[in-house]
Nanobody, 125 residues
Framework: VQLQASGGGLVQAGDSLRLSCTTS????????MGWFRQAPGKGREFVAG????????SYGDSVKGRFTISRANAKNTVFLQMGSLKPEDTADYYC???????????????????WGQGTQVTVSS
Protein backbone atom coordinates (compact mmCIF):
# COMPACT_ATOMS: atom_id res chain seq x y z
CA VAL A 1 0.00 0.00 0.00
CA GLN A 2 1.20 3.51 -0.81
CA LEU A 3 0.18 6.62 1.09
CA GLN A 4 0.46 10.14 -0.26
CA ALA A 5 0.01 13.11 2.08
CA SER A 6 -0.69 16.57 0.73
CA GLY A 7 -2.08 19.95 1.70
CA GLY A 8 0.71 21.35 3.83
CA GLY A 9 1.91 24.89 3.56
CA LEU A 10 2.77 28.13 5.29
CA VAL A 11 -0.05 29.76 7.24
CA GLN A 12 -0.47 32.30 9.99
CA ALA A 13 -1.48 31.59 13.55
CA GLY A 14 -5.23 31.20 13.81
CA ASP A 15 -5.61 29.97 10.24
CA SER A 16 -7.02 26.65 9.10
CA LEU A 17 -5.57 24.02 6.81
CA ARG A 18 -6.75 20.67 5.52
CA LEU A 19 -4.41 17.78 4.90
CA SER A 20 -5.30 14.85 2.69
CA CYS A 21 -3.91 11.35 2.56
CA THR A 22 -4.70 9.25 -0.47
CA THR A 23 -3.93 5.56 -0.60
CA SER A 24 -3.29 3.20 -3.45
CA UNK A 25 -2.44 -0.44 -3.88
CA UNK A 26 -3.94 -2.53 -1.13
CA UNK A 27 -7.25 -1.18 0.11
CA UNK A 28 -7.14 0.31 3.60
CA UNK A 29 -10.74 1.41 3.76
CA UNK A 30 -11.49 -0.97 6.63
CA UNK A 31 -8.41 -0.26 8.70
CA UNK A 32 -7.36 2.28 11.26
CA MET A 33 -5.64 5.34 9.84
CA GLY A 34 -3.65 7.91 11.74
CA TRP A 35 -1.90 11.24 11.45
CA PHE A 36 1.38 11.90 13.20
CA ARG A 37 3.70 14.87 13.21
CA GLN A 38 7.35 15.46 13.83
CA ALA A 39 8.90 18.80 14.62
CA PRO A 40 12.63 19.40 14.17
CA GLY A 41 14.59 17.74 16.94
CA LYS A 42 11.54 15.99 18.38
CA GLY A 43 10.02 12.55 18.20
CA ARG A 44 7.01 11.54 16.18
CA GLU A 45 3.81 12.62 17.92
CA PHE A 46 0.34 11.14 17.55
CA VAL A 47 -2.10 13.72 16.22
CA ALA A 48 -5.29 11.86 15.35
CA GLY A 49 -6.63 8.46 14.43
CA UNK A 50 -9.82 7.07 12.95
CA UNK A 51 -11.16 3.54 12.86
CA UNK A 52 -12.14 1.66 9.73
CA UNK A 53 -15.77 2.72 9.66
CA UNK A 54 -15.01 6.31 10.53
CA UNK A 55 -17.29 6.15 13.56
CA UNK A 56 -14.52 6.36 16.16
CA UNK A 57 -11.77 8.92 16.43
CA SER A 58 -8.96 9.73 18.81
CA TYR A 59 -6.84 12.85 19.23
CA GLY A 60 -3.63 13.91 20.84
CA ASP A 61 -4.12 16.22 23.81
CA SER A 62 -2.44 19.14 22.09
CA VAL A 63 -4.90 19.19 19.19
CA LYS A 64 -8.19 18.22 20.80
CA GLY A 65 -10.94 20.62 19.89
CA ARG A 66 -8.91 22.15 17.05
CA PHE A 67 -8.29 19.27 14.64
CA THR A 68 -10.76 16.87 13.07
CA ILE A 69 -9.94 13.63 11.31
CA SER A 70 -12.31 12.09 8.80
CA ARG A 71 -12.23 9.60 5.97
CA ALA A 72 -13.90 8.97 2.65
CA ASN A 73 -13.46 5.27 2.11
CA ALA A 74 -14.98 5.37 -1.34
CA LYS A 75 -12.15 7.70 -2.31
CA ASN A 76 -9.47 5.94 -0.28
CA THR A 77 -8.74 9.23 1.40
CA VAL A 78 -8.27 10.42 4.96
CA PHE A 79 -8.43 14.06 5.92
CA LEU A 80 -7.09 16.15 8.76
CA GLN A 81 -8.88 19.45 9.18
CA MET A 82 -6.72 21.73 11.29
CA GLY A 83 -8.11 24.87 12.85
CA SER A 84 -6.87 27.60 15.19
CA LEU A 85 -3.35 26.74 14.18
CA LYS A 86 -0.51 27.70 16.50
CA PRO A 87 3.21 28.10 15.86
CA GLU A 88 3.78 24.96 17.92
CA ASP A 89 1.81 23.00 15.32
CA THR A 90 4.70 23.52 12.93
CA ALA A 91 5.97 20.09 11.88
CA ASP A 92 6.09 17.52 9.14
CA TYR A 93 2.77 15.68 9.12
CA TYR A 94 2.58 12.01 8.20
CA CYS A 95 -0.36 9.76 7.52
CA UNK A 96 -0.12 6.12 8.45
CA UNK A 97 -2.13 2.93 8.16
CA UNK A 98 -2.51 0.21 10.78
CA UNK A 99 -3.00 -2.81 8.59
CA UNK A 100 -3.84 -5.13 11.45
CA UNK A 101 -6.67 -3.31 13.23
CA UNK A 102 -10.11 -2.06 12.24
CA UNK A 103 -11.31 -0.77 15.61
CA UNK A 104 -8.57 -0.05 18.12
CA UNK A 105 -6.77 3.22 17.48
CA UNK A 106 -3.20 3.05 18.70
CA UNK A 107 -1.24 6.19 19.54
CA UNK A 108 2.19 4.68 19.13
CA UNK A 109 3.89 5.14 15.80
CA UNK A 110 5.21 1.60 16.03
CA UNK A 111 1.65 0.34 15.66
CA UNK A 112 1.39 1.51 12.06
CA UNK A 113 2.89 -0.44 9.20
CA UNK A 114 2.53 1.88 6.24
CA TRP A 115 3.56 5.52 6.08
CA GLY A 116 3.31 8.41 3.67
CA GLN A 117 6.18 10.71 2.86
CA GLY A 118 5.05 13.66 4.99
CA THR A 119 3.80 17.12 4.21
CA GLN A 120 5.24 20.20 5.87
CA VAL A 121 3.10 22.60 7.87
CA THR A 122 4.57 25.88 9.02
CA VAL A 123 2.58 28.24 11.23
CA SER A 124 3.94 31.74 11.63
CA SER A 125 3.14 33.90 14.64
Amino acid sequence: VQLQASGGGLVQAGDSLRLSCTTSGRTVSNYVMGWFRQAPGKGREFVAGINGSGMMTSYGDSVKGRFTISRANAKNTVFLQMGSLKPEDTADYYCAADLTRRFEIRKQASGYEAWGQGTQVTVSS
